[in-house]
């Protein structure tokens, strides 16, 4: 079954860590740029974070540029988002998605919930 | 980088009227966008992609027109499934922005 899986999120203080990761199946992982898209509460969609198929090339938002870090693990079919330095403004569910080669996201995992709050 | 604005931000319509949603975006994109729908408490779901292009086991009433910065999303005749919020996407140029959204309500 083509499908991606988050898990990971949580409640954590201001200025607190936290670990998402998102594990894929039933398609060529390792042919896919992925990517990480955030929703706060009752807003829109905005995108976070590109990496390539490799994981040799990544690419950020302004709002997390230098706090969060994407990664991934081809032989394990697996991407991650390490957040760093959260603020109340990261609240929001964590969306894992699939990049179609023409850069928009044709599969969409069911999201993981992050609180940062005091 | 590229402005998507969508209107309206919000619709109350009734099973069965037809609507249509528009995405207006800050300079041309040709025909590099994608719809997509997000039912109350699940993740968004590609629509359509390149303006016009219904992704697979979508029901044919929802259809896509529109190229260079004017587009637009309609469905023929609501079910009561449709009631959700719909999202455009620009896949033009980086950073591939959203639009803030409409969402349908029932009337």
């Known amino acids: 079954q083509v499908q991606l899986v988050e898990s990971g999120g949580g409640l954590v203080k201001p200025g607190g860590s936290l670990r998402l990761s998102c594990a894929a199946s039933?398609?060529?992982?390792?042919?896919?740029?992925m990517s990480w898209i955030r929703q706060a509460p009752g807003k829109g969609l905005e995108w976070v974070s590109y990496i390539s198929s490799s994981g040799g090339n990544t690419y950020y938002a302004d709002s997390v540029k230098g706090r969060f870090t994407i990664s991934r693990d081809n032989a394990k079919n697996s991407l991650n988002l390490q957040m760093n330095s959260l603020r109340a403004e990261d609240t929001a569910v964590y969306y894992c998605a699939r990049v179609s080669q023409y850069w928009y996201f044709d599969l969409w995992g069911r999201g993981t919930p992050v609180t940062v709050s005091s | 980088a590229i402005q998507l604005t969508q209107s309206p931000s919000s619709l109350s319509t009734s099973v069965g009227d037809r609507v249509s949603i528009t995405c207006q975006t800050s300079?041309?994109?040709?025909?590099?966008l994608a719809w997509y729908q997000q039912r109350p408490g699940k993740p968004p779901r590609l629509l359509i992609s390149?303006?016009?292009n219904l992704e697979g086991g979508v029901p044919s009433r929802f259809s896509g027109s529109g190229s260079g910065t004017d587009f637009t999303l309609t469905i023929s005749s609501l079910q009561p499934e449709d009631f959700a919020t719909y999202y455009c996407q620009q896949f033009n140029s980086y950073p591939y922005s959203f639009g803030q959204g409409t969402k349908l309500e029932i009337k």
């Open positions: 390149f303006a016009s």
């Open positions: 300079q041309g994109i040709n025909r590099a």
């Open positions: 039933g398609f060529s992982f390792s042919d896919y740029y």
